[in-house]
């Protein structure tokens, strides 16, 4: 499995300009990254960059992530070109993308359906870029009230009925603690649904260890499930940056 600090959630309370972040993750031993939004990133600067550090750039969010209204539906879908034209240039084969939140009055059949209508037509886009889009289940009782998407049955649901190679369902470990629980059994379950994951603890969103959450057996299964590929720590840290991802490399690297 490979590990990907987010730049955004674990070096916010620093002053590191973003290229030292990518600077900072190499030498402490990573090699893959990411971040929320390529909006206003020198893509060429950010590309050179990586590619002289050996890095991998994992995952960044596509533009304008509301699926669960069809009026929206063209913006997403423009904003996803543009999104997969920056995935090119930083050779990124997967795009995050959240759905919105739930719209007041209209009844959540519809809503799903929304969604499902709004993927099936980015699939084309995407098969055709080789780029994976994985969509986010989040939590609504701590970090995104009102969010539409908030456990992984109807996320897969959606999956199923895409029914594209390329699109998948991003596990936050993390959103699904708190939405759901029942971590393994579901991740066992559905691991070919799941194109990407994301971890912190809880409760607090700090580093591995802090919390509740049991990560040496989360991490094993997910292994054991077969998946080798990007693990996002998108945690906000509790003590110091370099600290906390040196410790978690010696323990799960």
């Excluded at 063209?74 to 920056?86: K, V």
């Excluded at 995407?126 to 049955?153: C, F, I, K």
């Excluded at 070919?192 to 919390?211: K, Q, V």
Aim: net charge negative; aromatic share 10%.
């Amino acid at each position: 499995m490979i590990f990907s600090p987010s730049l955004d959630a674990i070096f916010s309370k620093t002053n590191l300009t973003f290229p030292e972040r990518v600077e900072r993750t190499r030498e402490l031993g990573f090699t893959a990254f990411e971040f929320w939004g390529w909006g206003g990133k020198d893509l060429e600067a950010l590309a050179a960059q990586k590619d002289r550090l050996g890095l991998r750039v994992g995952s960044f969010c596509t533009k304008h992530g509301n699926l669960v209204d069809p009026a929206q539906r063209g913006r997403f879908i423009d904003g996803l070109a543009e999104s997969l034209a920056a995935a090119k240039r930083l050779d990124c084969a997967y795009l995050i993308a959240t759905v919105g939140d739930a719209r007041e009055g209209v009844a959540r059949a519809e809503q799903h359906d929304s969604i499902v209508d709004g993927l099936k037509a980015a699939a084309p886009l995407l098969e055709e870029a080789g780029v994976t889009l994985v969509v986010e289940p989040l939590n609504e009782l701590v970090d995104h009230r009102g969010y539409y998407l908030v456990r992984s049955d109807e996320a897969f649901a959606i999956i199923d009925k895409v029914g594209s190679p390329n699109v998948k369902v991003l596990f936050d470990v993390y959103h699904q603690q708190i939405s759901e629980g029942n971590l393994i059994p579901t991740i066992r379950a559905n691991i070919g649904r799941i194109g990407y994951f994301h971890i912190a603890d809880h409760p607090g969103r700090h580093e591995i260890g802090t919390g509740e959450i049991h990560y040496r057996n989360v991490l094993n299964a997910i292994r054991d499930a077969g998946y080798a590929g990007l693990i996002g720590l998108e945690y906000f840290p509790e003590r110091g940056v370099d600290e906390g991802l040196t410790a978690f490399l010696k323990e799960f690297a």
